[in-house]
């Protein structure tokens, strides 16, 4: 029992296959690697769609560092005492 990736084939309406030119049997689904796919079921044809939205979408995920622990810093809250200094004055 090992979770396996499930990609959500969905049928295209109206879309022919360019191979074998049958109508209703492309589907469309995500692969493993966020990519459409268009996929013949009669054929076996298939192409992935590389969009440029969704590829630059992949490239900030891959390129998104993980966000490293802050280290907790101590607040020194420094006594701010620079009030008037009433200096001993003669007279
Ligand atoms: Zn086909």
Do not use: W
């Not at 109508?23 to 590389?50: A, P, T, W």
């Amino acid at each position: 029992m090992s979770p396996e990736h499930k990609p959500v084939k969905r049928f295209i309406a109206g879309a022919v296959c360019p191979r074998c030119g049958v109508m209703d049997r492309i589907v469309s689904y995500v692969d493993s690697s966020q990519r459409s796919v268009r996929e013949c079921i009669d054929c076996g044809f298939h192409e992935k769609l590389v969009e440029p939205e969704a590829a630059a979408e992949l490239e900030t995920r891959v390129t998104k560092k993980r966000s490293q622990p802050v280290k907790a810093q101590p607040l020194k809250f420094y006594k701010n005492v620079r009030g008037k200094n009433t200096k001993d004055s003669p007279g």
